[in-house]
């Protein structure tokens, strides 16, 4: 329902005029108010004025509007867009909806994945599809303080499953379809932030708090951070070697901006999305930012972290086909992660991540403790502008690899290759490539091809160890 303040906004202004102005002359016989008393209410009546005149117009325009969206034929429509400034029906009635939810902005967006083998662990081809769809509340609920909330449904689990890659080669996969068949939406994200600044020391506070992903804010890349948009492989998107949550869940940030480029945060996160014991199998992590322009006299962002935790884990290890949970040792580790323009259009970026043996991360059929990672890469803006290729300024060519190195006491039993003894796992590498064509404004368009070696870290034992992926991802902005 669309409605606005007054419908009488005239009536309004003739009573409230008439008090300011006949009031004066009682207070000057009662009272004997100073001359600029009398000044400031003539003033105040001079801004009601404005604010009447000011709601006059909206009235008119938003009974334009509703006469426009409600009655009029698509060529009177297109007739009074051209000469009112009015849009097309349906944006005035999405206008219509946000004028009736407030300050509350609204924001979507879909994705479509396609992709294949042409070779996986298993020797064979196969074909996988996985959706995703977002969308997006926020609303201020007090000065430099807002809300926001994240809801996300997400079909198909991708080649992973399969694969059992220890770099994750679909970051959107992980199907929220119940047992059922039912398709559901989940809160992926609900908090609060607020913001402080004027600080005696320092440039701004900014707290958040409720459920969050802590690698919004820790972990950072200006080019390798978003699976949406950017790197395809969880690889090439997080730190490995740090033991973050699976999915946002309870937990809290607060960032110091220290000033001269520098910020400071710290956070906590419960590594499972549940409110049982906060703060056991929770994570701990620290940071340090330098943002600069220094180094070739382009921006660049240097992060250092340090971690400390109790993860959680999911694996089959009694064979019986359940996923049965676990929990590892107390973790702590550290990582770095930066980005920095080489060139106005050439962007580098690297990781490293050292975890001690405490980090679980799910192999064939056993656990697997990641102990070290590291990533590197880069990203081309507007690539075919080296070919003198004009009118793809938005277009974007990606390159990446990352390297996880299994803790080597590790030991991986292999009955289903007839293996009678637990053997070391190998390191797993992958290299990834993809365009982001930007079709217009609001779709993107990305072809990847990813190759992925020693999967799930076995080596010798394993008849083929290579997995050869390619794909599209579309992306569509509401």
Same mark, same amino acid.
């Given at each position: 329902m669309y409605s606005y303040r007054s419908s009488n906004p005239a009536g309004l202004f003739c009573a409230v005029a008439c $008090?300011?102005?006949?009031?004066?002359?009682?207070?000057?016989?009662?009272? /004997?108010?100073?001359?600029?008393?009398?000044?400031?209410?003539?003033?105040? $009546?001079?801004?009601?004025?404005?604010?009447?005149a000011a709601l006059r117009e909206e009235n008119a325009f938003c009974k334009m509007r509703l006469k426009a969206t409600?009655?009029?034929?698509? *060529?009177?429509?297109?007739?009074?867009?051209?000469?009112?400034?009015?849009?097309?029906?349906? *944006?005035?009635?999405?206008?219509?909806?946000?004028?009736?939810?407030?300050?509350?902005? $609204? /924001?979507?967006?879909?994705?479509?994945?396609?992709?294949?083998t042409m070779k996986d662990a298993s020797g064979g081809r196969q074909t996988y599809g996985v959706g995703r769809f977002n969308v997006y509340f926020q609303a201020p609920i007090a000065d430099k303080t807002y809300a926001l909330v994240w809801l996300d449904g997400i079909g198909g689990n991708g080649p992973d499953w399969r694969l059992t890659s220890l770099s994750g080669v679909n970051g959107n996969a992980g199907s929220l379809q119940s047992q059922d068949g039912i398709d559901r939406v989940r809160v992926r994200e609900a908090w609060v932030e607020t913001e402080v600044d004027n600080l005696p020391l320092g440039e701004k506070l900014t707290a958040t708090a409720g459920k969050i992903d802590l690698t919004n804010y820790f972990d950072a890349n200006e080019v390798a951070n978003d699976e949406m948009t950017q790197f395809e492989a969880n690889s090439l998107v997080n730190n490995l070697a740090v033991p973050f949550p699976a999915s946002p869940s309870p937990g809290a940030r607060l960032a110091w901006e220290i000033g001269y480029g520098f910020t400071a945060q710290a956070g906590v996160g419960k590594w499972d999305d549940s409110g049982d014991q906060l703060f056991n199998q929770a994570l701990g992590i620290w940071e340090i930012d330098y943002a600069t322009e220094y180094l070739f006299g382009l921006p660049g962002n240097y992060r250092f972290y340090n971690y400390v935790g109790k993860p959680r884990y999911t694996t089959d290890d009694d064979g019986d086909g359940n996923e049965d949970v676990g929990?590892?040792? $107390?973790?702590?580790?550290?990582?770095?992660?930066?980005?920095?323009?080489?060139?106005?259009?050439?962007?580098?970026?690297g990781r490293f991540g050292r975890s001690d043996k405490g980090f679980v991360k799910r192999g064939y059929n056993t656990p697997v403790h990641n102990s070290l990672f590291w990533s590197t890469g880069g990203q081309i803006d507007n690539p075919l502008s080296f070919l003198s290729v004009t009118g793809r300024g938005k277009d974007i060519l990606g390159i990446g690899f990352s390297q996880v190195i299994p803790y080597q006491d590790d030991r991986t039993y292999l009955p289903d290759f007839g293996i009678a003894q637990q053997v070391r796992p190998a390191r797993e590498s992958l290299w990834e490539v993809y365009y982001r064509y930007q079709l217009n404004e609001k779709i993107q368009v990305s072809p990847f091809l990813q190759v992925t070696k020693n999967t799930g870290s076995f080596t010798d034992y394993h008849a083929n160890n290579e997995s050869v992926l390619y794909g599209v991802r579309s992306r569509v902005n509401f």
């Open positions: $008090v300011f102005i006949c009031t004066p002359p009682v207070l000057a016989v009662n009272e /004997a108010p100073a001359a600029t008393e009398f000044q400031e209410l003539k003033a105040m $009546v001079t801004e009601l004025k404005q604010e009447v409600h009655l009029a034929t698509e *060529e009177e429509l297109s007739k009074l867009s051209s000469e009112s400034g009015i849009k097309p029906a349906y *944006e005035e009635r999405l206008s219509k909806l946000e004028n009736c939810m407030g300050d509350i902005k $609204v /924001a979507a967006d879909a994705l479509g994945i396609v992709e294949g929990s590892s040792d $107390v973790s702590w580790g550290f990582g770095f992660s930066a980005d920095q323009k080489v060139l106005d259009r050439v962007t580098l970026f």
